[in-house]
């Protein structure tokens, strides 16, 4: 049973956001860097115009809803996540864990945010070596009080937009610690009772706590 530890994940979904931050990234040529320092320049512009909004839950999901959902990809993101199953998934069952996998991220970085705040990062060069059409990205975070974290985003092209599908903080995988306990969970239950579960963690019936948890059994 695999334990998704709300720090870690809070870092990730508050990188995606890049709320509070100063970045500096070089903007010379087109590609993933600059879509990732557009956000983060619209996400500014847009907290500068009115910072009382980070105090309100349903304002700041909105923020998210406008600025940074429409630049990940959660239907490659849920494929990579449930893997075989993803083949002999229905199609209803694709849609519905693709809805809730996105509103589980979303609900656990609304309630993490007050922990990830005064953040300074700095978006690196793409990788080089990249399959065309795909890309990694390092972003390096300096948090006050504690030491750097490295970042790194996974995105793809699959059309004329650059989408974000995984992330990996310090090496750890979004989508493969998710997938282990999944998996896990899918192979003893069923897809459809891991889509219940996540829909009643979703809406506030089950994970109740501090520490947002989407091990079997919580």
Known sequence: MVRLKQPKLG???SCCLLLSIVSTSARSEPGPEAMLQEVTDDVLAEI???PAQLQDVARVRALVERFILPHVDFQTAARWVLGKYWRTATPGQRVRFVDEFRQLLLNTYLRSISNYRENRIRILPARSGQTPGRAEVDVEIDRPGGPPVRVSFRLHRPGTDWLIYDISVEGVSLVATHRSSFSKEI????????????????????GAGGEASVAPGS
């Open 48 to 50: 500068r115009r009115d």
């Open 11 to 13: 870092i990730c979904l």
């Open 187 to 206: 192979h003893d239950n069923g897809l459809d009772s891991l889509i219940d579960r996540l829909a009643r963690l979703n809406a506030g019936k089950a």
